[in-house]
């Protein structure tokens, strides 16, 4: 089975810290690599997606991917109250027909004024 | 918002009935998908679709039946409600197989069976 891992959390910073959110997924065919964001009582929504080795940076988010280590994260700078939520990872394996993601259990973040 | 909606938004019904959820999409996506989140547990694919009346079992497929009639509607049955598929559904639509391509997601349903 196809997994993708992320710490429950809550992970709390303080206003103005970075945060750093992660993810591992056990597929090594896995292609593509997306962050979400979900609200409490909200619908998830995409704020970054990355599919190359290194860094992809936009505005206040960057990610990270490692294939080697099957590993991804999803640094926010400059974190705000407004950041507080559940991010998910999700995960697009190669092949995939359907177009399938598979998503971790997410991870909530708490940011502190 | 992307032209997603989910139908009912809220709904209660008993043990042994028969449920159908409504995801309409205005954005002509071939992908359409039905996730259910739970705690504990993230969000698990139910069944997705591939194109009209195309359709495949996700993981957590038991005791629910999808239809896709027209490119944009694409429905969800709970055969015989059960307490255990008290949750909330999540439509989902993608638009190609291209790496960059994620969801977008509707507004959900939370269904309570009772």
């Known amino acids: 089975q196809k997994e993708v891992e992320q710490n429950s959390g809550p992970l709390s910073v303080p206003e103005g810290a970075i945060a750093s959110l992660n993810c591992t997924y056990s597929d090594r065919g896995s292609q593509s690599f997306f962050w979400y964001r979900q609200y409490s009582g909200k619908s998830p929504e995409l704020i970054m997606f990355i599919y190359s080795n290194g860094d992809k940076e936009d505005g206040r988010f960057t990610a990270q991917l490692n294939k080697a280590s099957q590993y991804v994260s999803l640094l926010i700078r400059d974190s705000q109250p407004s950041d507080s939520a559940t991010y998910l990872c999700?995960?697009?394996?190669?092949?995939?027909?359907?177009?399938?993601?598979?998503f971790g259990g997410g991870t909530r973040l708490m940011v502190k004024p | 918002d992307a032209g997603i909606t989910q139908s009912p938004r809220h709904k209660v019904t008993e043990t042994g009935t028969p449920v159908t959820l409504r995801c309409h999409q205005t954005e002509n996506h071939r992908y359409m998908y039905w996730y259910r989140q739970d705690p504990g547990h993230g969000l698990r694919l139910i069944h997705y679709?591939?194109?009209?009346?195309?359709?495949d079992k996700g993981e957590v497929s038991d005791g629910y039946s999808v239809s896709r009639s027209k490119t944009e509607d694409f429905l969800l049955t709970l055969e015989s409600a059960t307490s255990s598929q008290t949750s909330v559904y999540f439509c989902?639509?993608?638009?190609?197989?291209?790496?960059?391509?994620?969801?977008?997601f509707g507004s959900g349903t939370r269904l309570t069976v009772v």
């Open positions: 679709s591939y194109g009209v009346k195309d359709t």
């Open positions: 989902a639509i993608s638009a190609a197989t291209t790496v960059n391509y994620g969801y977008t």
């Open positions: 999700a995960v697009k394996a190669s092949g995939n027909a359907g177009n399938m993601l598979t």
